[in-house]
């Protein structure tokens, strides 16, 4: 049921929509003869869609737009204008007025807008519900990596004290098992943290510590993480640090986490005696020195409709029916939250990240943050 309201000094009209709208089963109708009255009544009731003359002496139509959407933004309004004042009707819809109607009356072409008018209320009201589904996305993200993280954290800290502490013969007995239990507390915690870091840099509070480093050190951390995440794999690795020697000034925490991702997702999506090289190296764009960080490798790439996509939260290429956690075996599946937060941290730094991909052929994503 649709709540209209007619603003109109000229009884005659007011009257003519009452009869033509008493007719239809989806509308109820209310009048009001000035601009005054239409405005209390609008700030009394929930009317979905206002429909005002323009001219009316005392409170004008332009004056009735401009109120009405200061009281109640969600309001449709609608302005009805003399054929020779449509730059008024231009002007109401710069107020924020969704269209106008010319007198004289054509109710059929009125119909019409009408029409147009509910549709555009209805994408609004889908658009609302995304919005506040989105927040509650968001608000169970920050929670749930909120309240995890403590446990979890707690959990795998005092599991490695616990059996660091153990004898050795019931270390040897239990060794596969402490192993799995150690590995499980790892999958998790780097789980958790990466629901942290989502938050955070969906809230913008994603805390970046900028310092001087030397590349040698990224180079060294790039090297251990490669060598932990592919030690279960049969794949050719190659690191190339052009920069050797130099420095950069960055969060080389954070950047070492968006390279390790990277490299984390080249080895997960290349099959066994594929390759995986990463390249450091300095370009110049547009007259600024960048550092580039690119990882290429030979694995399954990615459809060219595709690329513009796995830069979004919780997207994966890969069908999840058939999703299996793994943070290294090929084509084990993640949460499809590595590439936001390499994305967020990229651009903490003032940075871009790209991705070029064949299917098929493999892929490269390059890192690009300026020197300074
Ligand atoms: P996750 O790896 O946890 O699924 P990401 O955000 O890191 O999440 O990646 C999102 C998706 O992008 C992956 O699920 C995969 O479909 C695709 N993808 C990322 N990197 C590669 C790659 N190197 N080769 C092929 N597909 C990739």
Redesign the pocket.
Known sequence: MINLLIIDDDNIITELWHDYFSTMEDYTISTANCGADGLSLIKSNDFDIVITDINMPGLNGLEVVKHAKKIKPELELIVMTAFGTVELAVTAMKYGAFDFILKPLDFEAIKIILKKCRDQMLVKQENRELKELNELKEKFIAITSHELRTPTQAISGLSEVLFGELPEEVTEKFQIEIDVILTACKTLREIVEDMHDLSSATRGTLTINKFPFTLDELEKNITLNFRLYSAKRDLNYSINNKLKGESFIGDIKKISQAST??I???I???KDGGNVNVLIDKISENGTDCLIID?E?T????PEE?TGK??T?F????DTTLHHTSETEFMG??????????KEIVKAHAGKVS?E?TPNK??I?KICLPFN
């Open positions: 991702e990277l984390q997702n080249a997960k999506f290349t990882v490798d694995g399954i790439g990615i595709k796995i830069f939260a997207y994966e290429v890969q599946g993640g949460l499809g939250i590595g590439l936001v937060i390499v991705v991909s493999g892929s994503f």
